[in-house]
């Protein structure tokens, strides 16, 4: 059953480029692209059904490759706490921060969880996202872990949406292992992970490599636990000091190292070695006033893939827009429109190793895109919010939102 969808122009975004045909037609077959180029090369077929899609530009389905959409509570009164001029760092170390949604999450049922989720990542979908990558991390133990990765699981099942999960158990140290983050590392290596794994809830590794958080040393003893059970590995890295998480995660072949704002030009070049995806998050820098940039020019001149993501979570990025975030990435970090679409794009789908299926918009590749009532794709990263007209087709079925 093939599908034409016409009167079109696309910005395919192979090469991390609009790559655009203009004037274009789109077949699909089932889930997936079966031709794409001008209309007038459409080669003659029959179609059980036309679309006219009104001139519209079509991109691939945006993709936000980090995000903690999975939380209870929210943290609305830090936020004003930080506005009177406390750190995060300080709140974090008075018993706030991170172990305060560990508390609410915790507390939180499996529905109460899904329900909260759904509603942030619906805004998402709204969007244009297509594709997310969820972590756990607000559990910090086998239990809550374990709860958090079933609910990221049934996200998958509600909505028309594909949903990668992160196990991201070494956020935070839980209070059950205070003064003890060895031991808690041992324990999700030798346990939880396994286990985890075992039961078919984990897609990728994750960690939080910072002077609050964990130490090098500690993530690469969990790299190695996820190279032993073949599980790809992504690392939170220089986010508040300097490291040399991403130059560990590009070691280890990491998918990708995010945030990012204070690596230096050697962690730069050992990404590019790597191939490893440097995720930025426009939100966190924003919402929490940084002042450090990550070092754009070094990754553009080594050639490192740059995508951007939401950083969805409850602290430093309650981000319910991917396109505002675009805007940031050009606004804050001079990306170019085009670079950040890449980045929500096929740069994200090298993030989450999604490439050779998502992405860009080719034949053979699963027919994931939005059609956006606009008239140039910048346009995508110029509105701020909103809610920009479009039309949202998954796996080759337009869905309502
Ligand atoms: O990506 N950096 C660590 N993790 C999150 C923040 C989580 C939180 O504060 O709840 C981040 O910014
Ligand atoms: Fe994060």
């Given at each position: 059953m093939k599908k034409l969808w016409k009167n079109c122009h696309i910005?395919?975004?192979?090469?991390?480029?609009?790559s655009s045909i203009e004037h274009a037609a789109m077949v699909t077959s089932g889930q997936h692209i079966h031709w794409i180029g001008t209309f007038e090369d459409l080669p003659a077929d029959a179609y059980s059904e036309t679309i006219d899609l009104n001139g519209a530009w079509v991109t691939p389905g945006l993709i936000d490759?980090?995000?903690?959409?999975?939380?209870?509570?929210?943290r609305s009164v830090e936020f004003e706490k930080r506005l009177q001029g406390v750190s995060y760092a300080e709140i974090a170390a008075s018993g706030g921060g991170i172990a305060s949604t560990v508390r609410a999450t915790r507390e939180a049922s499996e529905q109460e969880l899904l329900a909260s989720a759904l509603k942030r990542v619906r805004c998402l979908l709204k969007d244009g996202v297509t594709t997310i990558e969820i972590k756990s991390?607000?559990?910090?133990?086998y239990a809550n872990e374990r709860k958090m990765l079933r609910v990221i699981r049934q996200i998958a099942d509600t909505l028309p949406m594909t949903v990668r999960s992160t196990c991201l158990a070494a956020h935070a140290l839980p209070p059950e292992y205070k003064d003890q983050s060895d031991a808690y590392i041992e324990h999700i290596c030798n346990e939880m992970l396994p286990k985890l794994h075992q039961e078919g809830l984990v897609d990728a590794v994750d960690a939080f490599c910072e002077y609050l958080a964990f130490s090098p040393a500690q993530v690469e003893r969990l790299f190695k636990t996820a190279q032993s059970l073949n599980l790809p590995i992504k690392l939170h890295a220089?986010?508040?000091?300097?490291?040399?998480g991403s130059s560990l995660a590009a070691r280890y072949h990491a998918l990708s190292a995010d945030h990012?704002?204070?690596?230096t030009e050697d962690d730069v070049k050992a990404m590019a070695a790597a191939g490893t995806v440097a995720v930025l998050l426009p939100g966190a820098f924003y919402f929490l006033r940084e002042t450090k940039y990550p070092p754009l020019d070094s990754l553009h001149q080594h050639g490192v893939r740059i995508a951007l993501s939401s950083?969805?979570?409850?602290?430093?990025s309650p981000a319910l827009s991917l396109r505002l975030m675009m805007n940031m990435g050009s606004?804050?970090?001079?990306?170019?429109p085009e670079q950040t679409l890449a980045g929500v794009t096929i740069h994200a789908a090298y993030a989450l190793g999604l490439q050779e299926t998502h992405g860009t918009l080719e034949?053979?590749?699963?027919a994931d895109f939005i059609a956006w009532d606009?008239?140039?794709?910048?346009e995508i990263v110029y509105w701020l919010g909103g809610d920009l007209p479009k039309r949202i087709i998954q796996h080759g079925q337009e869905i309502s939102i």
């Open positions: 910005a395919t975004m192979q090469n991390g480029q609009y490759c980090h995000t903690h959409s999975v939380f209870g509570g929210n991390g607000y559990g910090l133990d220089e986010q508040l000091s300097a490291l040399g990012l704002e204070f690596m950083d969805l979570n409850p602290g430093t606004t804050l970090f001079r990306l170019t034949t053979g590749k699963v606009i008239e140039h794709p910048s």
